[in-house]
Antibody
Framework: EVQLVESGGGLVQPGGSLRLSCAAS????????MSWVRQVPGKGLEWVAN????????FYVDSVKGRFTISRDNAKNALYLQMNTLRAEDTAVYSC????????????WGQGTLVTVSS | QSVLTQPPSVSAAPGQKVTISCSGS????????VSWYQQLPGTAPKLLIY???WRPSGIPDRFSGSKSGTSATLGITGLQTGDEADYYC???????????FGGGTKLTVL
């Protein structure tokens, strides 16, 4: 069974940092693009970042460029999102998703981890 | 403001058909694939349609997708109360080099 389990969320002050992790299992991790998508509770979906199979290509939404870094460790079947200089508007549930072929096709999604940026 | 435009809500009776529209531009829907997602209350989104009109295994053929120009449509036939959910369209935007979603459409099965 394909599983994606996020961790690392929590409460952080504005300007702070947080590193999210996504543990993947049940599929050959190295053969898939991976993504992060976020959702403010009660609001819509926002794509955050994509990374290709070997980590050599990365794409970000404009609002996080220069502050967030997506990465992966194929030996550990793990996806990461390093988030720096966090702002209140980054508060959301962050989910990782498998992205066959890259792009906007996400299947499946993890359950997400809540990041709250507040003083 | 979402890059892709969806109606905030749609409704229909059980057993009926409903369509949800998704409008974009040449930089996204017009030249890239569209995916559709269903998000039931309190759950993670689920892929319903990819590459404009393909269903992943396990998705019933009551769900269909189409695309014409810079717009896409999700169709759901034989509506069930269990279809009540939020539905999102998504596409890649070549100008932004970014993924974009619609604002979501809440489906109510009356």
């Amino acid at each position: 069974e394909v599983q994606l389990v996020e961790s690392g969320g929590g409460l952080v002050q504005p300007g702070g940092s947080l590193r999210l992790s996504c543990a993947a299992s049940g599929f050959t991790f190295t053969t898939y693009w991976m993504s992060w998508v976020r959702q403010v509770p009660g609001k819509g979906l926002e794509w955050v970042a994509n990374i290709n199979k070997d980590g050599s290509e990365k794409f970000y939404v404009d609002s996080v460029k220069g502050r967030f870094t997506i990465s992966r460790d194929n030996a550990k079947n793990a996806l990461y999102l390093q988030m720096n200089t966090l702002r209140a508007e980054d508060t959301a549930v962050y989910s990782c998703a498998r992205a066959p072929g890259g792009g906007i096709r996400f299947d499946p999604w993890g359950q997400g981890t809540l990041v709250t940026v507040s003083s | 403001q979402s890059v892709l435009t969806q109606p905030p809500s749609v409704s229909a009776a059980p057993g009926q058909k409903v369509t949800i529209s998704c409008s974009g531009s040449s930089s996204n829907i017009g030249n890239n694939y569209v995916s559709w997602y269903q998000q039931l209350p309190g759950t993670a989104p689920k892929l319903l349609i990819y590459d404009n009109n393909w269903r992943p295994s396990g998705i019933p053929d009551r769900f269909s997708g189409s695309k014409s120009g810079t717009s896409a449509t999700l169709g759901i036939t034989g509506l069930q109360t269990g279809d009540e959910a939020d539905y999102y369209c998504g596409s890649w935007d070549s100008s932004l080099s970014a993924g974009v979603f619609g604002g979501g459409t809440k489906l109510t099965v009356l």
